[in-house]
């Protein structure tokens, strides 16, 4: 069973369709990255899978169950938003709340608090942190329940790369021990490092779901540098692959793995100065994604 | 529903808000009692001892209820501004029952806040006037203290209502100083006093005055119309707050 499924979920507000049929699933053990530009529908769905917004049709579910009927939330999910914080309230009082609506014992703020590193800080004002502070009192507010599933709206926001490299494997660490991990991010580069899986979606709709690696290579590309261009040029296009001329020397090449456009060249005994793929980069597919969405709709 | 009263409890405690409250009342009413008990018998004041004197030395609930309101307010509109309204929703996301866990923490904490500042007011009052030869006081204190318990209860339950439908500390606290100071007082009980009465200012009012009811509504009266103000604005708010979407 997904630990999160999305059902046929729409949400308009007014005119705007925020949502459009959304349907996908979150599995455990995995970490699924949500993607998709500002206004895609990402937050609108992350708040109707955690009851903050109803639906105008379809479901969301958590381990099979709507987040409003869960018996106890915090301790099945926990949710890393854009909620805020008082001020004037220490990051222990704060987390005493947190494990109040839990339900959970006291001595679990501690322990969260140890986790993300801000026992030197817990009696201090959460108006005084940072803001990478305030993630990592977030992301403690969202442990306390000790969930099983994470839903975090860009975590890495904020944060310094030290930072970064440690939300990093305690999120590899939570799906290795069979936690699932729903993030948004559009640090694409920390997706790419991060996540196992890929929802990306565009203007309500679904584009693609699917393991972050098979993503990559949804658009081959290969840019390769010849001395012996135009011969390596007309091999290529024997053989299936679209080539188009980028300069005197170079080509890029689609259609074609950079193992097949090296084996071309090694079999004319074409003198290859370069040969690197394109457009595997998570930005790169992401736009192209997204650019053939628009194409199509 | 206990779990989540002892919740927003828990959340109250946890800021300065309330403390705050608890020293400005405190303040105001120790200068209050003093500075009216000192100046009686001046020009333009009430003799010492008198009904009106002592009502105006008793009438401490203004003062109260208005402490409630605010901090009713910040139950609520407190929670959009900091946006911790979010996680309260995510903890417990049928907002019915946050909002009447709210409505509860605020009521339970106006009358325990307007009954122990009214004894306070009257542990100050009592001995001074004591020193100033004065040893009976001539109106029903009994009836006072309840109904400043009741009132500052029932301002509770308005501020936490108004927070919720105004979503905005400021324009819930600045809507209810217009509505009590402007158009009650300032427009209604003047033109209008037979309708005015029945409004939640006038009923408060007659509740915190000692002095003779005359076209005001009696103490009982005034006690059901201020329930009912506070009821029916608690249920309005409840309804737009389970129809209308998160910020």
């Known amino acids: 069973m997904p630990g ?12 705007i369709t925020a949502l459009d049929g959304l349907t996908a699933d979150v599995m455990p053990g995995r970490v699924t990255a949500f993607l998709g530009h500002n206004g895609s529908g990402k937050t609108t769905s992350m708040r109707l899978l955690l009851g903050l917004s109803a639906p105008d049709s379809g479901v969301a ?14 301790r099945r999910v926990g949710a890393v938003l854009d909620q805020g914080f008082h001020p ?5 009082n704060h987390l005493r709340i947190v494990a109040a609506q839990a339900g959970v014992p006291r001595y ?8 993300v590193e801000l026992t030197p800080a817990a009696r201090r004002r959460v108006g005084g942190f940072s803001l990478g502070m305030r993630q990592r009192l977030a992301l403690a507010s969202a442990l306390v329940g000790d969930p ?10 904020g944060l310094d790369p030290a930072g970064i490299a440690t939300m990093r494997a305690f999120l590899r660490r939570f ?3 069979g936690g699932t991990v729903f993030l948004s991010s559009h640090l694409l580069s920390e997706v790419a490092h991060s996540a196992d899986e890929a929802i990306v979606i565009h203007r309500g709709h679904l584009v693609s779901a699917g393991p972050v690696s098979e993503l990559s290579t949804t658009t081959p590309g290969v840019a390769v540098t010849s001395v012996d261009a135009d011969l390596l040029a007309v091999t290529l296009a024997r053989r299936g692959a679209v080539v188009e001329r980028t300069g005197p020397h170079s080509l890029d090449v689609t259609g074609a793995s950079t193992d097949d456009v090296g084996r071309a060249a090694a ?10 793929a394109i457009a595997d980069d998570l930005e790169s597919v992401f736009a192209d994604l997204i650019h053939r969405q628009e194409a199509t709709s | 529903m206990t779990t989540l009263v002892r919740i927003e409890f828990l959340k109250l405690r946890t800021t300065p808000a309330v403390y705050v409250a608890l020293a400005l009342a405190f303040f105001l009413t120790v200068t209050s009692v003093l500075t009216t008990i000192l100046l009686a018998g001046q020009p333009g004041t009430a003799p010492l001892g008198s009904v009106e004197n002592v009502s105006h030395v008793l009438a401490i609930g203004v003062v109260t209820s208005f402490s409630m309101l605010v901090l009713g307010v910040m139950l609520t509109a407190g929670e959009d501004r900091h946006r911790t309204n979010l996680a309260t929703y995510l903890a417990e996301p049928r907002r019915g029952r946050v909002l009447l866990a709210k409505l509860v923490t605020a009521a339970v904490t106006g009358a325990v806040g307007g009954a122990v500042v009214f004894g306070l007011d009257l542990a100050i009052a009592l001995p001074v006037y004591a020193a100033k030869g004065v040893h009976h006081l001539p109106v029903d ?5 309840t109904g400043t318990t009741l009132l500052t209860a029932c301002f509770g339950l308005l501020g936490v209502a108004l927070g919720a439908l105004t979503r905005n500390t400021v324009a819930a606290i600045i809507a209810a100083l217009v509505w009590a100071v402007v158009i009650e007082i300032g427009v209604l009980q003047p033109l209008f006093p037979s309708a005015a009465k029945w409004l939640p200012t006038g009923a408060a009012v007659s509740l915190t005055t000692a002095t003779d009811h005359g076209a005001m509504l009696s103490p009982g009266a005034a006690a059901l119309v201020l329930v009912g103000w506070a009821a029916a604005v608690s249920l309005v708010a409840s309804r737009v707050t389970l129809r209308r979407e998160l910020r």
């Open chain 1, 4 to 15: 999160i499924a999305f059902r046929q979920l729409s949400k308009r507000y007014g005119a």
């Open chain 1, 61 to 74: 579910t958590i381990g099979g169950e709507r987040y409003v009927d869960l018996p106890h939330p915090l």
């Open chain 1, 175 to 177: 799906a290795d021990d």
């Open chain 1, 108 to 115: 679990r703020v501690e322990e969260v608090l140890d986790l």
């Open chain 1, 148 to 157: 099983a599933v994470l839903v975090l709206d860009e975590p890495f926001n």
């Open chain 1, 267 to 276: 079999d004319i005994g074409a003198v290859v100065t370069d040969l690197h």
């Open chain 1, 88 to 92: 004037n309230r220490s990051a222990v």
């Open chain 2, 141 to 145: 204190v009994l009836s006072l203290w």
